[in-house]
Every structure is written in C-alpha cells, then in structure tokens.
C-alpha cells in the first residue's frame, strides 16, 4: 500500500474524517465558487446546515452541463493565475469540459494515482508502459506522475504505433500496461500477427485498465492472451481523471478513495438516495480540491457500491463493477439494453474474435444489428455451421436482453481498432 495509514482506516475513522473535511469544503465552496452561493442560496441552505454525510441530500446537483455553461476556465474557485493545468474531455456535444488544477491539487492527484498504481501490487522495480494519451486527456499525465511517485519506472509510449509498443514490451521487459481494455485486446492480437508469443516474449504482471466499460469475459481473455492480472480503474476528467477507485488483488470491486470523495447512488429518474447494494448513479462530492470543488456531481454512471471490509484490509467503499452509463443505455423498442451486457454473451462465445459493434436505426420500429468478428480459427474451419451458432448466440442473448437482434458473422479483422476508448455503438437514429 502506498499510505496504509489512510488505506487500512477503519469506517468510523473514515467517516469522521470525511465530516470533517465536508464541513470546510461546504464553506470553501460557498465562499469562492459564486456558482455554489448561489445553489444553496436557491436551496435555502447555508454551508453550516451540512454537518455530516447525512445531510447530504439538502444539497443540489451540479451536473455536466453545469461546467459547459462555465466554458472555457470552470467552476473556479481561485483565480486563474493559480491554475497550474489544465485538461479537458471532449464530449458529445461539441463543447468541451475543461478542468483545472493547482499545485496541490496535482499533488494530492499524484498520492491517488500512486496509491491505484499500488493497489493491485505493484511497486518499486516495476517498469511500466503507460500507454494511456498524454495530452489533454487525464489518462497518460495522471498515471505518468502517479507512477513516478510511487518510484516506478515510467516508459511514456502514449498511444498508438502498435508495432513500436509491442517491440518496447518485450525489449524493455515492461511489467506493466497502462491502457483501455478495448486496446489491450487489440494488442493481444497484434502481437500474434507479429509473431510474439506473448505468454513467452513478454514479462507481463500487471494490467490497469480503465476509461471505458469492460466485461468479467473481457477480463478473462485479457488475461489469458497476455498472462497478467488485470485491473479495473475508475474516474473522470472532473474529478482529477483516474484514481477515483481501484481494484486490489482480489479483483473484487474498486476500492474509492473516500478520504478525497463522498460517494452516494441515487435513483437517476428521481434523484433519491439508494441504499448501499441498490444499483444507482454514482455521484461524488470532492472533499478536499482546490481549483474546482464539485458538490453532488452526477457522473451518469450506473454502479453498485458495497461497505463490506476487502479481503485486501481496506475498508473504502467499493464499486462493484460500473456497469455502464444511463447515457450509454440502448432504449430499444421500450426496452433498455446496455452494450456490457452484450458484451458478456459475444465473449462468452468461442467462436468469436474480440471485436463488435452495435448498429442501431429505425424503419418504422427500432433494429438492432450486432457485427461481430469470428476468431481467426473458427473463420478457417470448413465445418463451422453459421447457422447453428447465430441460433446459440442469439437464444443466450434473448435471455439476457429481451429483444432478438440480427447477427452478421465478419471476418477477422474487418472492424476498425481504436487506441483509445472503443467505440462500440452507432445509433443511426441519432443522425
Ligand atoms: O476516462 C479517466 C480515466 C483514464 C479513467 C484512465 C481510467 C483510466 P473521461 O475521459 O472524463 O475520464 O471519461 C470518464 O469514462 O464517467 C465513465 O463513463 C467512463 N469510465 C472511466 N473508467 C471506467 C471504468 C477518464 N473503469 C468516463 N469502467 C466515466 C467503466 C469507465 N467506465
């Protein structure tokens, strides 16, 4: 563990010293984010009304478009000669998010990152390839200094150039990858097209990934094309980037830091509190971020949090598993599918590749159509009946998702690679 002293706390230490730093944090962002003393003063609320946790649902939301409308600089609560960085995350929308950050909150960003580095085990001695984008995305510069804090050796590869990341991974002897699950199995691939035997070629331990939503089948063939352990990590841009929440050995949750957030889930239609272990929208307050406090931010992930103690000794909240977001759900004729959940089916699947995509439209009534590739051995095989595995694909599918889909069998390779985040989904009745 990076900071065991803050990592092994017990819950009641936990919770009072996040009352503690909530009751500042409501002063701080009431007395220097405009933004805010206007929010309470609309809610009828004054900073001191918030004394712990529990009287959390008297303060409002602030939500994405809250920091659009405050484009270019943010919800700011210094002045802008105090911000040291800043990032941004593009959006769907056309108007970018931007955060910011001041020094001490690049530091405490760094000790999160450090400590998710740690948190599955690895430590000083590792070498680790961060293939995360360095730029205006949080992924590359957030795993960079977390990594070097940490005393690991960091190689900054960034994205892309496939072939280059493959001969660095084996002629470095890196011990950890640093990338989007989506592009960790597009390596796994192209690394047998170029003739590695990655079990044997590389000294692979370590995979942390994170920046999309991936399956525990996703999980599985990760592991065992590249014969390492691989890790979930959470976040977003507005709360620093990643390093909100880890996973440790036990790949059993994500492990939240709430030293530095208060995390709740709420009911996405109606706005109220769940109760832990109730599926809901995350949402988070950061209770000690200088440049740009968010109180009750909703982040439109769906997740299921557990208090339980971690066979791993930490007793942080966990998430187990985010399992998509309310704005990636597919409402198709009334029925809601989310793209994870087919996900789990296609990978299940032996006959399949690693690579899909969910086509969307409507002709009178809404279609789904799923392109998926054949594995390279099933692609080859003569006696391979189409017919016969659509049905099985399709009679596992109905089961989870309700609606029938139609299924098109592609040729290996025929779906375009991202190096970033994948994109799975093209709802045609969006254009
Ligand atoms: O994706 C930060 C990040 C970088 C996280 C590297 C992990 C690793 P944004 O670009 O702002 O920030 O996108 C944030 O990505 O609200 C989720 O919907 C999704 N997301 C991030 N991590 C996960 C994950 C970065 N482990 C948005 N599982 C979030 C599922 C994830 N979704």
Redesign the pocket.
Known sequence: MFEPEIEKMKPEAIAKLQNERLKKMMRYAYENVPFYKKKFKEANIEPDDIKSSEDMHKVPFTVKNDLRDHYPYGILAVPREDIVRFHS??GTTGIP?VVGYTRKDLETWSRLMARTIACPGVKKGDIMQNI?GYGL???GL??HYGAELLGVSVIPTSTGNTKRQLKIMKDMKTTVI?C?PSYALYLSEAAIDEGYKPKEDFNLKYG???????SEEARKKIQDNLGLGAY???????LY?????MECQHQNG?HIWTDEFLVETIDPETGEVLEPGKRGELVFTMLTREAMPLLRYR???LATLSQEECECGRYHTRIM??S??SD?MLIIGGVNVFPSQIEEVLFKTPELGDQYQIYVDRKKLDRMTIKVELSPEAWVDKDLDKGALIKRILDELVSVIVIKPKIELLEPKTIERSVG?AVRVVDLRKS
């Open positions: 995350s593009s998010t995360y995305f949080t992924g957030g795993f640093a989007t942390l990934f994170g920046a999309e939503a991936w979930d990590c959470y976040g977003l841009s507005e980037g990643p390093g909100v929440a994500l982040t439109r992930d598993r985010v998509g977001r990636d985040k």
